[in-house]
């Protein structure tokens, strides 16, 4: 099926010699080539996720890939990585550039912040985990993707780290103390959280940690239906992708527990988190909240 659009997710940790140029110019390029999305420049790299039509996307690409470090580019963006997939010309209504202190917040404090350029976990892609899991290699994996997005899907017997948004890194960590010693993987959707994820975790006494290269999205598209339970939660219209028919429904709805993979959202509007409330309790989701808590503190 001939797709009238294409939306790309990319990011690469690298330094940037000027983040404002560099801002300035991705302004320039986006609006020229019509493409729309969210991008955000920081001294440590660029993070984005933009849709336009194949020309323009292709157009895109190639002009990121020139910016290859040499003197007058903004940085060595020469072998980042566009992972495409076929959009609607609707997933965004404007161009967002932002320039920021860090390509992903972390909501650390600054003397905590992590710089992926110069600590992250080892990388370990999809056909190396596989070999890990097939020899049966000790490890733990650390999911540091939303509670929400674990819900509907995760590796089998990896660990919720139970976030409510990536900005709880820091409070989230301490509880699993216990895994400082052990070999441990971090993975998230697509790999850009698990580098300051992972390189945090070093900063604070895990010793033998790796992420998952191009996350979970690459190792389902590699393997589909194989050590992933569910689905993969996506930050679009979509809201889950699957990779094959043959899998099973792990999300659950928080009104009966039924097998679900529909989102809804906390009734109390303040909160507003994502839930799984499956069709049949759908009609009664003013009712339904994430937790005790929100129930009371409805207004
Ligand atoms: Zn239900
Ligand atoms: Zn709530």
Redesign the pocket.
């Known amino acids: 099926m001939e797709s009238t659009h294409e939306l790309i997710i990319f990011y690469k940790y690298t330094p940037v010699a000027d983040p404002k140029g560099f801002m300035e110019w991705q302004r320039r390029t986006c609006t020229e080539l019509g493409i729309l999305g969210r991008i955000i420049v920081a001294h440590e790299g660029i993070n984005g996720t933009v849709e336009g039509t194949p020309e323009a996307i292709a157009e895109y690409a190639r002009r990121m890939h020139e910016q290859n470090g040499v003197q007058g580019t903004y940085g060595d963006f020469a072998d980042v990585w566009f992972k495409s997939s076929p959009g609607t010309g609707t997933s965004f209504v404007k161009l967002v550039v932002k320039l920021r202190k860090e390509i992903v917040t972390t909501g650390l404090a600054q003397e905590e912040m992590v710089n992926p350029n110069q600590t992250t976990g080892t990388h370990i892609t999809p056909n190396e985990l596989k070999q890990w899991i097939e020899r049966g290699e000790k490890f733990e994996i650390i999911d540091m993707r939303n509670d929400y997005e674990y819900a509907v899907g995760h590796f089998a017997g990896s660990h919720n780290s139970l976030m409510e948004n990536y900005r709880d890194l820091s409070k989230v960590v301490p509880q699993f103390e216990s895994l400082k010693d052990k070999k441990v993987l971090t993975v998230c959707t697509y790999g850009v959280r698990c580098e300051t994820a992972s390189g945090y975790l070093k900063q604070n006494g895990f010793k033998d940690v790796y992420q998952l290269e191009g996350g979970i999205g690459s190792y389902m598209k590699q393997y589909p239906g194989q050590d992933f339970l569910g689905s993969l939660y996506v930050f679009d219209a979509r809201m889950t992708e699957r990779f094959t028919d043959k899998y099973e429904v792990v999300g659950q ?6 097998k ?1 993979e529909r989102f809804g959202n906390c009734a109390w509007n303040e909160c507003h988190k994502q839930i799984i ?5 759908a009609p009664l989701s003013k009712s339904i909240w994430c937790q005790e808590a929100c129930k009371k503190e409805r207004p």
């Open positions: 709805c928080v009104n009966c527990g039924g679900s409330i499956c069709d049949t309790c």
